[in-house]
C-alpha cells in the first residue's frame, strides 16, 4: 500500500454537517465498514467489488469531502468529482477496478447503508431529518431490487 493510500484513511468525513461535523469518522473507517456490509449481504463478491469498497474514497485526500447534498443536486459537479478522485487514486497507485453495473449498484448500497448505520449509531435524532428519511427509502428499495431481506441490513 502507498502511503498516499494510508494516509487517506485519515481524512474526515461530515465535515459539512454541521449535524455530524464534531463525532469523527475517518474514510478508512467508512471503507472498512462498506467492505464489511458487502462480505455480509452479498453471498459472493468479487475481489474488485471488494477492493472498490476499500478504496472508493482514497481520492479525497487530493478532492475533498464534498457533501451527498452538494452532489446530489450537482450532476456536474459529481461528474467531475468522480474524474478526478479517479485521477488522484491513479496517483496514488490506486486505480478504479472495473465494476459491472450491478457491482456498482451493490456498491452504492453498502456506501449508502454504511452511511445511515453510522448516523444511526453516533446521532440517532438526526435520522428524523427528510433527508434520511429518503435516503432510508432509496436504501430499501434497492435491497429489494439486489434480492436483500429488509431484516438483514436495517439496525433497530
Known amino acids: 500500500m502507498s502511503l498516499d493510500i494510508h494516509k487517506s484513511g485519515y481524512v474526515r ?3 459539512s454537517n454541521p449535524d455530524l461535523a464534531h463525532i469523527p469518522e475517518t474514510l478508512a473507517h ?3 465498514q462498506v467492505a464489511q456490509i458487502i462480505f455480509e449481504l452479498h453471498s459472493n463478491p ?7 469498497a476499500l478504496h472508493h474514497d482514497c481520492g479525497e485526500m487530493f478532492v475533498g469531502d464534498v ?3 452538494a452532489k446530489k443536486t450537482n450532476p456536474e459537479l459529481t461528474s467531475l468529482l468522480c474524474e478526478l478522485e479517479g485521477v488522484a487514486r491513479g496517483k496514488m497507485g490506486c486505480p478504479n477496478k472495473p465494476l459491472s453495473g450491478v457491482e456498482i ?4 448500497f453498502a456506501d449508502r447503508l454504511q452511511s445511515y448505520r453510522h448516523v444511526q449509531s453516533v446521532a440517532p435524532h438526526v435520522l428524523r431529518g427528510q433527508e434520511w428519511v429518503k435516503l432510508i427509502d432509496m436504501i430499501m428499495d434497492e435491497a429489494d431490487n439486489l434480492g436483500i431481506d429488509n431484516d438483514a441490513y436495517i439496525i433497530g
Not at 468479487?46 to 472498490?52: A, P, R
Not at 449498484?105 to 452504492?108: A, E, I, K, Q
Open 13 to 15: 468525513r461530515w465535515h
Open 105 to 108: 449498484r451493490w456498491l452504492n
Open 67 to 69: 457533501s451527498y447534498t
Open 46 to 52: 468479487s475481489s474488485n467489488l471488494i477492493y472498490e
Open 30 to 32: 467508512h471503507q472498512a
